[in-house]
């Protein structure tokens, strides 16, 4: 499998719109779950085995910390085995950190593992400020000691890591996993409250406790870590990712055409269904299969508002929003995790799109034809919704800055393509 060119690499994505997708395909692993297992691989300084892993430039980032520190790392297709018997380093240097936001889950892992840790900030990204307050205040508690040093975060726990009781006063996603990656490390037991029930922390715990942790409540809000014994070898099965599972549904959707993702995990797309039904799609469900099928126009939704799990994911509030600008009425979208999340629209407008934005609201009036154009990707999501409308949008659409998309997305057009999409990427480089 490829690993794509940077996000500043100058490749576009090519689409002639208006053709029906149909047919089936795998979903890839998730990406929000490879990324804390495979900074949990440091913890157990054991040998780690991840399979669906996924090819994604934030997987490969994610690889190149791994042996920055001192991790043997190994990938064959989808599988990606971490030996962490003998890391030699404790830092994150700027460069990594900058390649990905998410870098900050190694914070706890390192921690975890040497009592220390030496990152840059990981600072904003393009959807939103994103602070690690949360994050800095729960390691606090377990007997970190934080400074600061010209954008460096320096940590140590020089009295050894301690269980704590810790209550978020937010669901976050990173620092709840921070914590499990930390508290593992830790003597005595650490109780998280409030803490996030996505289903990628459930799927960390999961790996964790394979490899030995006693981890338990993960996918409730409350956690309980207690020490371990030991940790051990373990192989693991990243759970499949299911904001690309709706991506592709989306997809499928603008068209007019149906899809049977495979092997993909139902129950955690439970928070979207409702969302594709009052768009007049059917969705079925088999085992680990789901299979949507899409009406010729898709009807409007009600207020879709994003909350954290189990409610409608932010992951997946651009897609949507593609689908109701191409649909009969008007739809409304409250994005409550991230202030900068509608980054998307403007580029939506380009191509015909009628949406204003308030603050945190936007209101979408579907249009009967979105038309192609030139529109640039300004984050991951945001970019996969460009692609969705530009499947469903009369004539040519150009996407550039695919580096975005290529940080979650696997094969993205390949699979596209698959379902009968006309869609090509270009290296402009070499027109
Ligand atoms: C993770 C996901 C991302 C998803 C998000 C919400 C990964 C790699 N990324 O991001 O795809 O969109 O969950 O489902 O898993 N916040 C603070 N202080 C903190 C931490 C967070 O104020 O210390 C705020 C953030 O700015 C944001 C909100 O809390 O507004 C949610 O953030 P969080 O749940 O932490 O998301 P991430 O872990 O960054």
Redesign the pocket.
């Known amino acids: 499998m490829p690993v794509r060119k940077g996000v500043d690499a100058v490749e576009r994505l090519l689409i002639e719109g208006g053709r029906r997708l149909e047919g089936e395909i795998r979903v890839q692993g998730a990406?929000?779950s490879a990324?804390?297992c495979l900074a949990a691989a440091v913890v157990t300084g054991q040998t780690s085995v991840l399979t669906r892993c996924p090819c994604l430039r934030?997987t490969e980032a994610a690889m190149q910390i791994l042996r920055h520190i001192g991790c043997e790392t190994v990938r064959a297709g989808e599988r990606v085995i971490v030996r962490s018997a003998s890391p030699t380093r404790w830092d994150v240097p700027q460069s990594l950190m900058r390649r990905m936001?998410?870098s900050i889950?190694f914070l706890g892992a390192l921690l975890s593992r040497f009592g220390r840790a030496e990152l840059s900030a990981p600072g904003g990204c393009e959807?939103?400020?994103?602070?690690?307050?949360?994050?800095?205040s729960a390691l606090s508690a377990l007997g970190v000691q934080i400074e600061t040093d010209c954008g460096k975060l320096i940590c140590r726990a020089p009295n050894g890591l301690h269980g704590a009781s810790i209550t978020l006063s937010?669901?976050?996603?990173?620092?709840t996993?921070n914590i499990l990656l930390c508290a593992v490390g830790a003597d005595g037991k650490t109780v998280i409250r409030n803490a996030?029930r996505?289903p990628?922390i459930l799927d960390l715990a999961a790996f964790l406790n394979g490899c030995g942790a006693a981890i338990e409540g993960a996918g409730s809000d409350t956690i309980t870590v207690t020490p371990t014994d030991g940790f051990r070898s373990y192989e693991h099965a990243v759970m499949p990712d299911r904001?690309a599972a709706a991506t592709f549904m989306a997809a499928a959707a603008v068209t007019g055409g149906s899809v049977r993702l495979l092997d993909t995990a139902p129950e955690y797309l439970t928070p979207v269904l409702p969302f594709f039904e009052q768009t007049g799609c059917a969705v079925q469900i088999s085992g680990a299969d789901v299979l949507l099928r899409a009406p010729q126009r898709l009807q409007s939704a009600r207020t879709v508002r994003t909350m954290?799990?189990p409610g409608f994911?932010?992951?997946f509030q651009a897609s949507a929003m593609a689908m109701a600008a191409a649909a009969q009425g008007t739809s409304i979208f409250v994005e409550t995790?991230?202030?900068n999340r509608f980054k998307h629209v403007p580029e939506l407008r380009r191509m015909g799109a009628k949406i204003t934005v308030q603050n945190n609201v936007a209101v979408v009036e579907g249009v009967p034809r979105l038309c192609g154009a030139s529109v640039q990707a300004t984050d991951l999501?945001g970019g996969s919704a460009l692609v969705t409308a530009a499947l469903a949008a009369q004539g040519e659409t150009s996407v550039c800055c695919i580096g975005h998309i290529d940080r979650g997305m696997e094969q993205f057009e390949h699979n596209l393509a698959k379902l009968g999409a006309r869609i090509k990427r270009i290296d402009t480089d070499a027109e």
């Open positions: 990406k929000n990324l804390p934030d936001r998410s889950i959807i939103g400020l994103r602070p690690i307050d949360l994050h800095l937010f669901p976050s996603v990173g620092a996993e996030a996505e990628e904001i954290p799990y994911p932010t992951d995790i991230f202030e999501r």
